[in-house]
């Protein structure tokens, strides 16, 4: 009986040490900046939480302009809880590998003002423990949380509001901006097209990334492979095309093919059989997985919350569609010059200009 007494006491005496040291081990709660509030949102703590705890999440926003409503400190249960996960965090600038508790919480119905893309954001995370006792958990910086519908479209309309000052600039230099994506020949130019395309679909994403943020995005690297495909496309497309004019040397009385309208018809249509026009496979296919490649583009980036690693099987397939569109104009032969015609005021009819 004595020898059972005494280890109950000594149990005791352990307890309060064993509770004080659980106390002591530091518990980080992290939430990820620039999530989707329509998107499931992820929060990890470092602390086995049960779902028997009662864990429940609370966002205190900064006002400075914007009144507080009463229903954003409210308490928020989560969707799952799910224990004993280990994940890569940014801890003092270096990533660590931590095992906690990882929590879903569903924001879609958190209130952010309709004209607001971000919302800054406190999180805190509250449970009880084994003894009943109330444990706080308070995130260590703020965080950002997008409004889905105008973070994606404000950074449009500022993409599209520098796209008008570069209108702007070529009407100022008595040009039409439709010449930017234009060749030599007048007609729409398909690799020009694309890179403005590309270069649009990038800066939106890009741009709606980086306020949601407030940094700069990672970008993939098949992303910048398949920007850097396109721009060399256009290079190569346009060399070829300055060195066939130069080659034909166009009298002035047959420059009308230069004022020609142009159509869409033209990304399609090959032009370099002496102006006349033929549908064109490798340009039809060059227009199918740009368009195919910039729509998952940015569906993937709106649906995943972050810029689309397109995958680079993909863009092998862009590789090989631009690399069948730029053989005809690399080995096409060179072309003499057309004797001017009397009466004739469309030199597209006589002169033959690789496809742009």
Known sequence: MRKTLLVFISLLSLMPLSLLHA??????????????KSHPIRVFISQDIADSMKPRLVLTASHVISPKRPDEQRFIEPMLVARHQTVEQVVNEAKIALTGTLLLFDLSHYPVPFYKTVVRLTPTLIW???????????????VYLSNTVPAFVIPCLLVFLLLSVLIGLAKLGNKQPIQFICGNDGALSLSRAQVMLWTLAIGCMVMAYG?????????????IALMGL???????????????????????????????QPRLSDLVVDYSVRGQGNLSMTRAQMV?????????????????????????????LMGLSQISYLAPKINQPETSPAPAMAGKTDASTEVGFPPN
């Open 230 to 260: 396109s721009l060399a496309t256009g290079g190569i497309s346009y060399a070829q095309g300055e060195k066939a004019a130069k080659a034909l040397d166009v009298p002035a009385e047959g420059e009308a093919w230069v004022n020609r």
């Open 128 to 142: 009880q423990d084994e003894l009943n006792n109330q444990q706080v958990a308070i995130g260590g910086r703020e």
């Open 288 to 316: 199918f997985w740009t368009l195919f490649t910039l729509l998952l583009f940015v569906t993937k980036s709106i649906l995943e919350g972050d810029l689309w690693d397109v995958p680079w099987e993909l863009v092998a």
């Open 23 to 36: 106390e002591s081990v530091p518990v980080d709660l992290f939430m990820a900046d620039g999530q989707l």
């Open 211 to 223: 306020l949601m943020r407030l940094q700069v995005p990672t970008i993939p690297e098949s992303l």
